[in-house]
């Protein structure tokens, strides 16, 4: 039997390479980052059950790394495909990590020596990692990697430090490049989607006014593993905010600057920030101005109906046209009109958490370019059939989950995960009866 | 470098301190103005309810005569800048109305070709003579005065047509005043409409609307309100002595021209700047700065 390569460690592709490797199929994980996780490995908790993201991760990740027919390659990404479904053959290219993958034990010692800070992509950047550094604590595989355009051996052959205190001479700096080639009978691509920068949104000030986050940066702000511990203080004062709206939207559902879809988890992710908020500080004051609440999974209404009841989150219809800094306080006033009774008001708050656009990966247009596959309009990875075969690209034997086909929330991921490694099952089957 | 200078009617009909402020001091920068023979109103769009050719042919007219001239044309209104701007873009996009336009131009034997240049105020200093020219020409800066800036909505707005500068995060007229050795303060409003486009419906909601900002800039203590615009600065210069009556509380605050201030920060003397037809309690400031 051939392996599956999938590509993208994520939740989708974690699920989709557990569920192969569990019917005996070998799978090659392939993630262009240190660890795998993905996105859902920086949430805090996740709707609308309010469980601990990393807590239902980790095990997953774990998994992953010990299972006998899966085979993670990190910091890799697939430079070239050829041939047809049941015979593929696909160059991995794998960058070097700078420390061998054999001998690192995770302590986290280089990282605590090395002199050379950068902002931590893990904690949104509103934290900082070392030039050394672990990608966050469960991260798997738990091996540090050197930043080579930060490192200052890299960049003006000095220091060392981190080889001198490895005590398990892990540190290898002159590691290079290396292609791998594989051979697999069908492709999963589960790589994921990126956030929209609503910079380019003017009116809201991102960028400009210190205290306006985006709901990514707000959840490690929220998350006890995150930069301040756990503690919402906001980046203008370090004052702990206790009025916070939250605002929809942004970059979605737009003709104007932006995209025009859905972006589907948005109406839940900021209902449940909003009680990460309150159960924080319950007197604290939460808005979420929305356009419509789309709320239609399992669960999902009730849970932002307890939000309203039970927590008292306040939600105002209507799209803020604007956002204004007091430029003493730093505090911002929304303008806004409550479209449930006509009227032009203000709201002034502490902080501001604009709910992002998911938008297509950068990677995808040069990703689709490799594989031969077809994007939609927007940049994700198009399917055959939206209806029949939803999780099938336009190129046979290569299969989609998750968000890099569209935006979706953790649970469609998994389900689409699991549809996924079905379908890569079904051609090992095929494959197994021609002989 | 020599331009086409288009004041515009209302500059001329009653900003003349504005006009005097650019005479007396643009030259000294090097900029040559030459008058456009013969220039008339922009348009004025609110005037395209009446008759939407007739403000393209009055638009059109004026950069005419500037191509005539073969010459860039500085246009000292926000309001005419994006009024010949629209024009420049609609009839670039439409070739019929465009005969109509050019067969009234050719009574007087104008042609429009639609390739002039328009300079707002904010390309001439920031874009064209640019930061070292400005300081050079500073020789008294006005260190230890906070300005607020009123870039104005023309200015700015609306961001699909190519305006002079960012239509939600405007910094160019902050660093024309702190080139000058003064800082500006980043206040929320700053890119809020001063009113005066709803004169002629409700004089009383421009009141409100620009009594709203002069409360403002007077709460965060700041020194005076600056605007290259002469729609904004009629109202808040020369109106708020209406504006206090209507919103019932003190407005009093000293505006001023852009190139007012670059005037005073060059030693032209106050005279000259038309700084004595500002109504706006400006003296307190220029005792400040002294030498008048």
């Given at each position: 039997m051939k392996p599956v390569l999938v590509v993208g460690g994520g939740i989708a592709g974690i699920q989709a390479s557990l569920d192969l490797a569990d019917r005996g199929i070998r799978v090659h994980l392939v993630e262009?980052?240190?660890?795998?996780?993905?996105?859902m490995a920086q949430l805090d908790k996740t709707f609308p059950?309010?469980?601990c993201s990393i807590c239902i991760l980790a095990p997953k990740m774990i998994e992953c790394f010990r299972h006998p027919n899966i085979t993670i390659h990190t910091q890799s990404e697939l430079v070239s495909l050829e041939g047809t479904v049941g015979d593929f053959s696909v160059k991995v290219l794998q960058h070097p990590r700078s420390v061998d993958a054999q001998k690192?034990?995770?302590?986290?010692l280089c990282s605590e020596r090395c002199p050379v800070k950068r902002p931590s992509v893990f904690q949104a950047c509103l934290g900082q990692r070392k030039?050394?550094?672990?990608?966050?604590?469960?991260?798997?595989?738990?091996i540090a990697t050197i930043d080579r355009d930060a490192c200052l051996w890299f960049?003006?052959?000095?220091?060392?430090t981190c080889e001198t205190v490895c005590s398990a001479n892990?540190?290898?700096?002159e590691q290079k490049e290396n292609t791998i080639e594989l051979n697999v009978s069908s492709i999963i691509l589960a790589t994921g989607f990126e956030q929209y920068?609503?910079?380019?949104?003017?009116?809201?000030g991102y960028g400009h006014y210190r205290n306006v986050l985006t709901a990514l940066e707000f959840e490690r702000l929220v998350c006890a593993s995150g930069p301040t511990g756990g503690?919402?203080?906001?980046?203008?004062?370090?004052k702990v905010a206790h009025n916070i709206a939250f605002i929809q939207c942004v970059g979605s559902?737009?003709?104007?600057?932006?995209?025009?879809?859905?972006?589907?988890?948005c109406c839940m992710y900021a209902t449940k920030e909003a009680v990460l908020i309150k159960e924080h500080e319950p007197s604290s004051h939460v808005t979420i101005h929305y356009?419509?609440?789309?709320?239609?999974?399992?669960g999902f209404q009730e849970f932002v109906d307890r939000a309203q009841s039970n927590w008292g989150v306040r939600y105002v219809r209507g799209r803020p046209g604007e956002i204004t800094e007091?430029?003493?306080?730093?505090d911002l006033t929304i303008h806004y009109e409550d479209t449930e009774v006509g009227k032009v008001e203000k709201n002034t708050v502490e902080l501001v958490i604009l709910c992002t656009a998911a938008v297509p990966n950068s990677d995808n247009n040069k990703l689709g370019g490799i594989l031969g596959v077809k994007l939609d309009e927007y940049g994700f990875f198009s399917t055959?059939?939206?209806?029949?075969?939803?999780?099938?690209?336009?190129?046979?034997?290569i299969y989609v989950c998750g968000s890099c086909h569209g935006p979706r929330d953790i649970p469609e991921s998994v389900a689409e995960a699991s549809a996924t490694a079905a379908k890569a099952a079904e051609d090992e089957a095929r494959l197994e009866v021609k002989g | 470098m020599k331009v086409a200078f288009y004041p515009g009617c209302t500059v001329q009909a009653d900003q003349i301190g504005y006009e005097a402020s650019v005479r007396n001091t643009m030259p000294k920068l090097g900029v040559e103005l030459i008058d456009v023979e013969g220039a008339s109103c922009?348009?004025?769009?609110?005037f395209s309810s009446v008759n939407e050719a007739a403000w393209y042919y009055s638009s059109a007219r004026n950069m005419a005569l500037a191509e005539r001239m073969g010459l860039p044309i500085l246009i000292l209104c926000n309001g005419c800048h994006l009024s010949f701007t629209e024009t420049k873009h609609f009839l670039a996009n439409n070739p019929i109305i465009k005969a109509k336009i050019d067969e009234k131009l050719s009574i007087e034997g104008l042609t429009y070709v639609g390739d002039v240049e328009l300079i707002h105020v904010f390309d001439l200093f920031h874009?064209?003579?640019?930061e070292e020219k400005i300081k050079q020409a500073v020789t008294k800066p006005l260190t230890g005065f906070k300005f607020g800036a009123h870039p104005g909505c023309h200015a700015i707005r609306p961001n699909k047509l190519i305006r002079p500068?960012?239509?939600?995060?405007?910094i160019k007229l902050d660093e024309l005043i702190q080139w000058l050795g003064a800082e500006t303060m980043d206040y929320p409003?700053?890119?809020?409409?001063?009113?005066?486009?709803?004169a002629p419906a409700s004089g009383k909601t421009v009141m409100e609307i620009a009594g709203d900002k002069l409360r403002m800039v007077k709460a965060l203590g700041l020194d005076g309100l600056v605007t290259t615009c002469p729609f904004c600065f009629k109202v808040y210069d020369n109106r708020q002595r209406a504006i206090q009556s209507t919103v019932g509380?003190?407005?009093e605050f000293p505006v001023f021209y852009y190139t007012q201030l670059l005037g005073l920060a060059m030693e032209v003397k106050p005279d000259f700047l038309g700084l004595?037809?500002?109504?706006?309690?400006v003296d307190s400031v220029l005792a400040r700065i002294g030498g008048s």
């Open positions: 262009k980052s240190p660890s795998i996780g993905g996105v059950t309010m469980d690192c034990t995770g302590c986290g030039a050394i550094y672990l990608a966050f604590p469960q991260a798997v595989p738990l960049t003006q052959g000095i220091c060392r892990a540190v290898e700096y920068n609503p910079k380019d949104i003017g009116e809201y503690v919402l203080t906001r980046p203008s004062d370090g559902r737009t003709q104007t600057t932006g995209y025009p879809y859905c972006s589907a988890s356009m419509d609440l789309r709320i239609f999974g399992k007091d430029p003493a306080s730093k055959k059939d939206p209806i029949s075969s939803p999780v099938e690209t336009s190129r046979q034997g | 922009c348009g004025y769009p609110p874009n064209k003579l640019g500068d960012d239509s939600e995060n405007p409003g700053k890119i809020d409409c001063c009113g005066s486009s709803l509380a003190s407005v004595d037809l500002n109504q706006s309690p």
